[in-house]
């Protein structure tokens, strides 16, 4: 399936995911993939803002010990989100996987909005993002994630079993795309949409 036409609503709503500083500690999380995702992330913040459609920010609070705990440095936004905070529309606390287990409500506010696509972006691809994009496919929500606007981290399994981000990364493209959760994208498949909707509404 390929995604030659895409529409984006005026209202199309940009989650962005967990785009916290704690990520950017290798130490802690190991290697990770596309290091183009935190200038494609802005860009798509940039774009959905400037052409009035709604940016909703969601950060994850852990438990004591991580780098992303409410006490850590690491909790606090990427200087990208962080310079272009102010702007969204609305701000999400969640401590789980899904955007939709959060504080506020999620569906409550994107009812309330009349809002019915939804474009996925953050940290981390086949966590996050991908139960995010999951969710709101079950929920009845067109949902578009840009691949290229996500990172990973390598990933250890059972019985040595061991994936790369990029490896991790692909699979999150076939298993919401071939599952019929999301449309996978890139960015500047977006950017190009939403310009030129922007150009209209």
């Not at 950060?59 to 990427?78: E, I, M, T, Y």
């Not at 939804?118 to 691809?125: A, Y």
């Not at 290229?148 to 493209?173: I, K, M, R, S, V």
Request: charged letters at 15%.
């Amino acid at each position: 399936m390929t995604n030659t036409e895409i529409d984006i609503a005026a209202n199309s709503a940009l989650l962005v995911i967990d785009v916290q500083k704690g990520f950017d500690d290798a130490s802690f999380w190991g290697p990770r993939n596309n290091p183009a995702a935190e200038a494609n992330i802005a860009a798509l913040m940039d774009a959905w803002q400037e052409t009035g459609r709604p940016v909703v920010l969601v950060q994850h609070a852990s438990r004591p010990g991580s780098v992303l705990a409410p006490d850590q440095p690491g909790h606090a936004f990427k200087d990208l989100v962080a310079e272009r905070a102010g702007k969204e529309s609305l701000l999400i606390t969640k401590t789980v996987n899904s955007a939709f287990y959060g504080t506020p409500d999620l569906a409550d506010w994107l009812t309330a909005q009349d809002v019915r696509q939804l474009v996925v972006v953050g940290i981390q691809t086949n966590m996050c993002v991908e139960t995010t994009a999951r969710m709101g496919g079950n929920l009845g929500y067109d949902v578009l994630v840009p691949l290229d606007a996500t990172h990973t981290f390598d990933l250890a399994g059972p019985d040595g079993l061991h994936l790369t981000a990029d490896q991790l990364a692909t699979a999150t493209a076939v298993n919401l795309q071939g599952g019929g959760f999301a449309r996978v994208v890139t960015t500047d498949e977006l950017l190009a949409a939403a310009g030129a909707a922007g150009a209209v509404v």
